[in-house]
């Protein structure tokens, strides 16, 4: 058994439920729009944050509807988001698949993501619960927020971790952070539940973020971009941040500056590529991966015995984030 069916197991009947409302919930009489939204179906893929969700609440309890429509309403938000964002980036690939934005244009893409984010509230409001709404809307500004400092951060010239940190805590440690708080929450969790998932939540986004980071330094993984990729975006990402930093080279300085403007060759950006490898940037990352992850795995040291499979499924839920190849 794989260790993604692992961790599935305790939560098999709840995911088909939740899989059912999400997809009924993506249905429309325009065409157009049915068109997007079924393309955007296909790629739903390993359903980590609605897993996250289930798992946090069957930690301090019982899956109930309030859970599954927040588990839509964070999947749907999460999926306006990077609609709305393959328009900022002009990309035309997400995850080796078309971009909406590709498949039809940039207006139709906006107004998709606008779908989106109206039934992210609307399930949002299905829960019951003031706290997921506010929560859920808070979320929304978190993430444009982090996509705006992200856009800001092009026109800088000091290059930084701080900087880094603070858009990845933003655009997608809070995503993470409020599934797993909202889960514990709607299954009636005590204050020291929701906290530990809250913190749980967090570091495990950090650490997916810097993982999904990684990956864009080396062309053999298989994540539907090429390596650099980020680069080409005019995105600097802690690889070769430290590497920078560490190195404290003038001219690959000037370089990295010349990548946020969009200035830089495919062989400037494969200097850079080289350079995160060389300079210790990878093995970097992926060490501050390894504390984000074990951050994550003290949330859960105080199970109880009938937590115990819970536990043992967020436990590999960790592992899984951290040592995914795609």
């Known amino acids: 058994m794989d260790r993604l069916t692992e961790i599935r197991r305790p939560i098999e009947d709840e995911l088909k439920a939740y899989r059912r409302l999400f997809e009924k919930t993506l249905t429309t009489e325009n065409p157009l729009l049915q068109m997007a939204l079924n393309h955007l179906l296909k790629r739903q893929g390993k359903m980590m ?46 995850r080796g698949q078309k ?29 019951g619960s003031q706290q997921v709404v506010t929560w859920v809307s808070e979320l929304g500004q978190i993430l444009s927020d982090g996509e705006l400092l992200q856009l800001a951060n092009l026109d800088k010239t000091e290059i930084s971790e701080a900087d880094y940190f603070e858009v990845i805590r933003k ?8 599934c797993a708080k909202a889960g514990a929450m709607l299954a009636k969790g005590r204050e020291e539940d929701i906290d530990n998932m809250s913190k749980y939540g967090e570091y495990v ?44 080279d003038k001219k690959m300085f000037t370089l990295a500056l ?19 490898w060389q300079g210790g940037g990878i093995a970097y990352a992926e060490k501050a991966m390894e504390q984000y992850s074990q951050q994550a795995l003290e949330t859960l040291k105080n199970k109880k015995d009938r937590e115990s499979t819970i536990a043992d499924s967020l436990s590999q839920y960790v592992a899984f984030v951290a040592d995914r190849q795609v």
């Open 49 to 94: 944050r609605p897993m996250l969700v289930l798992l946090a609440a069957k930690y301090v309890g019982e899956v109930n509807d309030a859970v599954l429509h927040a588990a839509v309403s964070l999947e749907l938000l999460h999926t306006a988001s990077l609609v709305h964002d393959d328009v900022v980036d002009e990309s035309d690939r997400r």
């Open 99 to 127: 971009s909406v934005n590709a498949l039809l244009d940039n207006k139709a893409a906006v107004l998709v993501g606008d779908f989106l984010l109206s039934k992210a509230l609307y399930h949002a409001a299905a829960t």
């Open 171 to 178: 655009k997608t440690a809070s995503l993470f952070e409020t």
């Open 205 to 248: 986004g950090m650490c997916f973020q810097v993982r999904d980071d990684i990956f864009d330094y080396d062309a053999n993984y298989d994540v539907g971009k090429p390596s650099g990729n980020d680069m080409k975006e005019g995105k600097l990402t802690l690889p070769i941040i430290h590497s920078l930093i560490e190195k404290d």
């Open 258 to 276: 010349r990548v946020r403007r969009g200035e830089a060759t495919e062989d400037e950006i494969a200097r850079l590529v080289d350079m995160a």
